[in-house]
């Protein structure tokens, strides 16, 4: 589950690269996954999802990388832009049909794009 | 198209006082709701979902308590708010597997 008591990460980007931000996930039954993007002062966004049947997927200048093998899942965003400063956050599902479909939330990352 | 609204963005309280925030959906039912709590600078913290009216699971032993008096209302309440209320309050809802979050409620006790 998520550590509530340790401050965010942080990665210092240059406008125009690449940005990769990397979450360990805890449970491997967990079935699907999704990155969230989180503005200062703003509720999270949603991203872009996977599901555990598949190794990556693509958005609008997004990738999500998903290895199973050692429960990482990686967000790459392409050509960063100052609009993409942000917290992004990680979160897996291990709800089993009871209904809650709860997520489990990582620490976040927070993504500082220098101009 | 759904929405989700919460109110009030901001408050600030004093310790000791009761405390209500409160999360509407819109274009949805039966939707299951979610409370989170977020420390500055720091990830979500699940305090309460519920999966229908009157359903209301606890993540953690808290002064707040949640209620759902109907499908598409989420309340979060407190009789006597502590300093370590303080903090980012979002409310989310979710059909499947995605959750949509709101705006969220800055809310600092003093």
């Known amino acids: 589950g998520e550590n509530v008591g340790l401050h965010l990460p942080t990665l210092s980007v240059q406008e125009g690269d690449n940005s990769i931000i990397n979450c360990a996930y805890s449970n491997s039954a967990s079935d699907y996954f999704i990155w969230y993007k989180q503005e200062s002062g703003k509720g999270p966004q949603f991203i872009i999802d996977?599901?555990?049947?598949?190794d990556k997927r693509q958005g609008q200048r997004v990738t999500v990388l998903l290895n199973k093998t050692v429960k990482h899942l990686s967000l790459q965003i392409a050509a960063t832009q100052p609009g993409d400063s942000a917290v992004y956050f990680c979160?897996?599902?291990?709800?089993?049909?009871?209904?809650?479909?709860?997520?489990?939330f990582g620490k976040g990352t927070k993504l500082s794009v220098i101009p | 198209s759904q929405t989700i609204h919460q109110w009030p963005a901001t408050l600030v309280q004093p310790v000791g006082s009761p405390l209500s925030l409160e999360c509407t959906v819109e274009g949805t039912s039966n939707p299951n709701l979610y409370w989170y709590r977020q420390a500055a600078g720091r990830g979500l913290q699940l305090l309460f979902y519920?999966?229908?009216?009157?359903?209301i699971s606890s993540e953690v032993p808290q002064n707040l308590s949640a209620s759902r008096p109907q499908d598409r209302q989420f309340i979060l309440s407190s009789k006597k708010l502590l300093l370590s209320d303080s903090g980012f309050y979002l409310c989310?809802?979710?059909?499947?597997?995605?959750?949509?979050f709101g705006p969220g409620t800055r809310l600092t006790v003093l």
């Open positions: 979160a897996e599902n291990m709800g089993s049909g009871a209904g809650s479909y709860q997520l489990t």
């Open positions: 989310a809802w979710s059909v499947r597997n995605e959750q949509f």
């Open positions: 519920s999966i229908g009216i009157d359903q």
């Open positions: 996977i599901r555990s049947n598949m």
